[in-house]
């Protein structure tokens, strides 16, 4: 047991107290116990970690996948972790994580936790923790009210790392912004040396100029949007040299995705090049903790998709697979996702613009939804409280939208579901949409879990 002081105790105390009626009587309650904690002890989270090696995950796409991939490999192997599942990432949620694993009499020697943290939030947990291994999956314009541009979310993550130059840094080589890092840390690169053939970036694509001399960035291959092989053609900056890289691509399909990494074969049951990255910073930072190499990839296999994110629910017999939208970026790769699917497939359209989702929605413009025409889509459907917007932009794109695909409500959603014809129902959702509508689903009991 370590030495607690009085105030540490009732914080503790009163903040289990807490979470167990959430859970109980609301269902949920992922922060705000974690505010009572705070609000008693502001020095609470330096208790509540003690004994543990913390990896902290970051970035805009992939954060809550990555963090599943690594816990299901240290849990596969034997470690004894923890982690915040439910996606609640701002220091009160992550408080509310360690409060609920927190044990007074602890004789477990090591202990590891992975936590999820929103961006803006590093700087809040490094002053207290010196975390084993941060790791950052990639920056793109999200939530433009909370952030603004890319270099913005640099600098709020870069703020937190600097509070803590003995941890060590897994990056993203193929992100230009994550290179050339003027920081005390370590850093370890991972990213594709597979040749997409891909030359040139979108129009709309983040981060296009060099952050040295601010010219145009080339690429001897781009993977999606301003990720890739990237060198800048006036100065000598470039791409660091990886340490984890996808060397080849196998076989990718709507089932999941095949490739070698380092020269090992790999396997995961997400498709998309994004998650290759994902399992990629995965593996890494495994590999960094001393996971033996065959015992990552067995788990990255196994790996389960994280709620919402791909996630497939059976709603009387048809598979309604859920994907979490939130910026173009992200956006355009589930896209793409669908011209894997060679089934009769319908598709559900999701956008709020509550605070976690980002009050600025016009950021749909900028997505691809004229690349749907490819696919053989039976049925389009819109809603969310900015179902009316999302119907224009589909419309705009030259989708068959009308009257009719307006879902005012999730039992309207639900009626088409049941109704549709196709092999698969496809739902594109921004976060507030996504965790009301599996609230939905399962209060129709067809998700046993809101958090898993």
């Known amino acids: 047991m370590f030495t607690i002081n009085i105030k540490s105790f009732f914080s503790i105390i009163i903040s289990k107290t807490t979470l167990f009626l ?102 809040f947990i490094t002053p207290v923790i010196s975390p084993e291994i941060i790791t950052v999956t990639n920056l793109f314009r999200d939530q433009l009210d909370r952030f603004g541009e890319v270099y913005t ?17 897994v990056l993203n080589g193929d992100e230009p912004l994550l290179g050339n890092l003027k920081v005390n840390n370590n850093c370890t690169y991972f990213g594709f040396t597979y040749d997409t053939g891909i030359k040139n970036v979108d129009i709309n694509a983040e981060a296009k100029f060099c952050k040295v001399c601010q010219k145009e960035y080339e690429y001897n291959f781009v993977t999606y949007n301003h990720l890739g092989d990237f060198y800048c053609p006036n100065c000598s900056f470039k791409r660091p040299n990886l340490d984890y890289a996808m060397d080849s691509l196998i076989n990718k399909d709507y089932q999941g995705t095949s490739f070698t990494l380092n020269g090992v074969e790999a396997f995961i049951n997400q498709s998309g090049i994004y998650n290759i990255y994902n399992a990629l910073c995965a593996y890494a930072v495994c590999d960094l903790l001393n996971v033996p190499s065959n015992d990552i990839i067995s788990a990255l296999e196994s790996s389960k998709s994280s709620f919402g994110r791909q996630e497939i629910i059976n709603i009387m017999g048809k598979d309604v697979k859920i994907f ?129």
């Not at 509070?163 to 060590?168: A, F, I, K, L």
């Not at 579901?417 to 609230?439: G, H, P, W």
């Open 22 to 123: 959430c859970e109980k009587l609301l269902k949920g309650g992922t922060n705000f116990p974690g505010k009572v904690a705070l609000k008693l002890d502001n020095k609470i989270l330096k208790q509540i970690t003690k004994g543990y090696k913390v990896i902290l995950v970051t970035g805009t796409n992939g954060k809550t996948t990555t963090t599943s991939m690594i816990y299901n490999v240290l849990k596969n192997s034997g470690k004894n972790v923890i982690t915040n599942a439910s996606g609640a990432n701002m220091l009160t949620g992550i408080v509310a994580c360690f409060i609920k694993n927190y044990k007074f009499f602890n004789k477990e020697k090591e202990k590891y936790a992975v936590i999820e943290v929103d961006e803006a939030n590093v700087k």
């Open 153 to 169: 979310t640099l600098e709020k993550i870069l703020e937190g790392i600097n509070h803590s130059p003995s941890t060590n840094l």
């Open 324 to 452: 979490l939208v939130k910026n173009p970026a992200g956006y355009n790769e589930a896209i793409n996702v669908l011209d894997l699917d060679n089934r009769v497939k319908s598709c559900a359209f999701l956008l709020n613009d509550n605070y976690a989702d980002g009050r600025d929605v016009s950021w749909i413009w900028d997505v691809k939804f004229e690349s749907l025409s490819n696919n053989e889509i039976k049925e389009l459907a819109v809603g969310g409280v900015r179902a009316y917007d999302m119907a224009t932009r589909l419309k705009i794109s030259g989708l068959d939208i009308d009257s009719n695909s307006i879902c005012e409500n999730y039992d309207a959603l639900l009626k088409k579901i049941q109704e549709s014809e196709s092999d698969i129902f496809y739902i594109f959702a921004t976060y507030t949409a996504m965790t009301s509508l599996r609230k939905y689903f399962q209060s129709k009991n067809f998700i046993d879990k809101l958090w898993e």
